[in-house]
Structures are given as structure tokens and as C-alpha cells.
């Protein structure tokens, strides 16, 4: 799997993003049933930044601070009804 900072195409951004978002999600699901409530939240929390971070580099927007990630998710996806 490439890194994020290596030389690929944009589907490559997308794939590691959704990758990444897959195992977070997955460490959640772990900590999760180990009743580590915590970590579990700080992965699922990671793991819809990811996925959402995916979606944008569709559109070949990146951002640097997650609250603008999630604001431009809503803005752009949400209340355009697109999700």
C-alpha cells in the first residue's frame, strides 16, 4: 500500500483513505468488545474522518484541520442532499 506523500492517482488517495477508514473502523469493533469504550470511540472517530477524507479526495479536496473536513462534508454532501 502506498503512503500518502508517494507519487500515485488520485483512485490510489481514495483507496488508502478507505483502507485506512476499514481498519480503524475494524480496531473500534475490537476495543469495542474488549469494553475499551474510549479507544474504541477514538477509532470510529478516525475511521468516519477516513471515509470522509476519501470522499473529498474524489473531488480532489484535501484538508488539513479535521473540523474543516467535516464542516465542507456537510456543506458540500450533506445539505446538497448528495448523502
Known amino acids: 500500500m502506498k503512503q500518502p506523500n508517494e507519487k500515485g492517482t488520485q483512485k490510489d488517495l481514495v ?3 478507505i483502507e485506512t477508514a476499514q481498519s480503524d473502523i475494524k480496531a473500534a469493533e ?3 468488545g474488549a469494553k475499551a469504550f ?3 470511540n477514538n477509532r470510529a ?3 468516519i474522518y477516513h471515509a470522509v477524507s476519501a470522499i473529498h479526495a474524489l473531488d480532489g ?8 473536513a467535516l464542516a465542507n462534508f456537510n456543506k ?3 445539505k446538497t442532499e448528495i448523502f
Open 38 to 40: 474510549r479507544g474504541a
Open 30 to 32: 475490537i476495543l469495542l
Open 76 to 78: 458540500n454532501y450533506v
Open 15 to 17: 483507496l488508502y483513505r
Open 61 to 68: 479536496n484535501a484538508y488539513k484541520r479535521h473540523k474543516d
Open 45 to 47: 472517530y478516525y475511521g
